[in-house]
């Protein structure tokens, strides 16, 4: 079952003859679509709980509810991060560490961006089409030596599982190119422009 809020656009673009692919006019049609949408992070999180997952899947896109660590020392954080994680960590020696992940949090850039930097990650996909599947194999010495993929800098996070306050809500690869539109992030400390003003700095 489609997460109530992909459904409705979804349904729309069948009607209207156009498919979730990684084709421009697709990923541009979906995206527009997603633009006009609102929502909040724990609507989407409980609109379909069968989507829940204990644990990430290296390649896959989530969203989940997350309370840092260092929360205290940090200028700023996602509360909502919407995660492509990519690398599995183990973090010891400090009481309150322990196993969790690297992940690309899409929510540091602006959508423009997002869209830019998931068009490039179109090219590490384990299929040419958009279904169950589908997954992004990509690792940090890709992403650091890939011109095209420059925007990831800024969004590269560590996460601990000890920190998780949701389980891991899957977003189907047919509703990525709306998710990474959808303004789902919830930012502590700091205003999203800010955010995005600093990474912008990073980036060029």
């Given at each position: 079952?489609?997460?109530?809020?992909?459904?409705?656009?979804?349904?729309?673009?069948?009607?209207?003859?156009?498919?979730?692919?990684?084709?421009?006019?697709?990923?541009?049609?979906?995206?527009?679509?997603?633009?006009?949408?609102?929502?909040?992070?724990?609507?989407?999180?409980?609109?379909?709980?069968?989507?829940?997952?204990?644990?990430?899947?290296?390649?896959?896109?989530?969203?989940?509810?997350?309370?840092?660590?260092?929360?205290?020392?940090?200028?700023?954080?996602?509360?909502?991060?919407?995660?492509?994680?990519?690398?599995?960590?183990?973090?010891?020696?400090?009481?309150?560490?322990?196993?969790?992940?690297?992940?690309?949090?899409?929510?540091?850039?602006?959508?423009?961006?997002?869209?830019?930097?998931?068009?490039?990650?179109?090219?590490?996909?384990?299929?040419?089409?958009?279904?169950?599947?589908?997954?992004?194999?990509?690792?940090?010495?890709?992403?650091?030596?890939?011109?095209?993929?420059?925007?990831?800098?800024?969004?590269?996070?560590?996460?601990?599982?000890?920190h998780l306050r949701s389980r891991f809500?899957?977003i189907d690869p047919t509703e990525w190119?709306?998710?990474?539109m959808l303004p789902l992030d919830r930012?502590?400390?700091?205003?999203?422009?800010?955010?995005?003003?600093?990474?912008?700095?990073?980036?060029?």
């Amino acid at each position: 079952m489609a997460a109530y809020i992909f459904e409705p656009i979804l349904a729309k673009g069948e009607r209207s003859g156009i498919l979730p692919s990684m084709e421009k006019a697709s990923s541009t049609w979906f995206r527009n679509q997603a633009l006009k949408t609102s929502s909040s992070p724990q609507t989407l999180l409980k609109s379909d709980r069968t989507r829940y997952e204990p644990y990430p899947m290296l390649g896959n896109m989530y969203l989940f509810s997350y309370d840092p660590k260092t929360k205290e020392t940090l200028p700023y954080y996602d509360r909502f991060p919407l995660i492509i994680p990519f690398r599995p960590s183990v973090v010891s020696g400090k009481a309150g560490s322990g196993p969790g992940f690297y992940g690309l949090n899409l929510h540091y850039i602006p959508p423009r961006l997002r869209a830019r930097l998931m068009d490039a990650l179109y090219d590490y996909t384990t299929s040419d089409t958009l279904d169950e599947n589908t997954k992004i194999r990509i690792s940090y010495n890709i992403l650091n030596k890939v011109s095209k993929l420059k925007y990831f800098r800024p969004c590269v996070k560590q996460y601990l599982f000890s920190h998780l306050r949701s389980r891991f809500f899957r977003i189907d690869p047919t509703e990525w190119n709306m998710a990474i539109m959808l303004p789902l992030d919830r930012f502590a400390k700091a205003d999203r422009n800010i955010v995005y003003k600093e990474s912008n700095e990073r980036i060029y």
